[in-house]
């Protein structure tokens, strides 16, 4: 199956993000033979809505939203599936989630953000979704042509018991959209997804928003700044490709016979001992 994994620089205008989104995804395909087209596209956090001010309210979109509903019309013309992660209100409440749109289904949220990125890095200014966001509490996955996938978002990156549950649950691939802050990325992004994809013995996916990303209210601008380096490693821990800069796609093949090799060549879940 071919992934193809979009790198953003999202704002906190919707409807440039989502034209953003639909341009990329279809100059994509254009370019694409019949044979070797990309089946899903993975999106990185904040894809439709990215909020610049800190504590300013939140745009959380509902799953029968416009927005949605233009990129599930993407999805059934083109016959792709299309992952996305942004702020959606579901039962009165906000989340940082994951939605996945499949040809000719109803949109759904298939995974809402564990871990909530509440931080103080020194010489910057606090961060704290919790203040916006409710907790998710349930490990989750989907499957295409049967290939497994496990859900995770960002800041769940730090948190290893989230993924060995996902390799008890021995999934596929992993995928981390994420948005992670420049400081932080340098010190730890590549690391912490090697690290995930050795332990689980599986794909890991990353897609991450990139640059500085702008807004202007009441004549003032301001900004923040994402890491980019859009990354996928495979189950060895290698990494395949990564996108440093710049807003683009990268194109990656799974292979479940590398899946299989690996988890063959070591069998870790034959070795566990602890629950």
């Known amino acids: 199956m071919k992934i193809t994994l979009l790198q953003l620089n999202s704002s906190d205008n919707i409807s440039k993000n989502l034209e953003q989104i639909l341009t990329l995804i279809e100059e994509h395909l254009a370019k694409q033979i019949v044979n070797k087209r990309t089946r899903l596209f993975v999106l990185p956090e904040n894809s439709l809505y990215f909020r610049i001010i800190e504590g300013e309210a939140l745009q959380a979109l509902k799953i029968d939203?416009?927005?949605?509903?233009?990129?599930?019309?993407?999805?059934?013309?083109?016959?792709?599936?299309?992952?996305?992660?942004?702020?959606?209100?579901?039962?009165?409440?906000?989340?940082?989630?994951?939605?996945?749109?499949?040809?000719?289904e109803a949109p759904k949220i298939i995974y809402k953000k564990i871990h909530l990125f509440d931080i103080q890095l020194e010489g910057q200014k606090p961060i704290r979704e919790s203040d916006f966001f409710t907790h998710g509490d349930e490990v989750t996955g989907f499957e295409i042509e049967g290939i497994r996938f496990g859900s995770s978002i960002c800041y769940d990156l730090?948190?290893?018991?989230?993924?060995?549950?996902?390799?008890?649950?021995?999934?596929?691939?992993?995928?981390?959209?994420?948005?992670?802050?420049?400081?932080?990325?340098?010190?730890?992004?590549?690391?912490?997804?090697?690290?995930?994809?050795?332990e689980s013995q599986a794909y890991v996916l990353a897609p991450g928003q990139v640059g500085e990303h702008k807004t202007t209210q009441a004549g003032k601008t301001a900004s923040r700044f994402t890491y980019g380096h859009t990354m996928t490693v495979d189950p060895w821990g290698t990494v395949v490709e990564c996108k440093a800069e710049g807003v683009g796609c990268l194109d990656i093949e799974i292979s479940l016979d590398l899946v299989r090799s690996v988890r063959r060549q070591i069998p870790m879940s034959d070795h566990r001992r602890l629950k």
């Open 65 to 104: 939203s416009p927005e949605i509903q233009r990129l599930q019309t993407l999805c059934n013309t083109q016959d792709v599936d299309v992952h996305f992660t942004t702020a959606m209100e579901d039962n009165g409440r906000v989340w940082n989630a994951s939605v996945l749109l499949s040809p000719n």
């Open 158 to 198: 730090r948190f290893s018991e989230l993924y060995q549950q996902l390799a008890r649950n021995k999934v596929d691939v992993i995928l981390v959209p994420a948005a992670f802050l420049v400081k932080t990325g340098q010190a730890h992004w590549e690391t912490l997804l090697r690290a995930r994809a050795i």
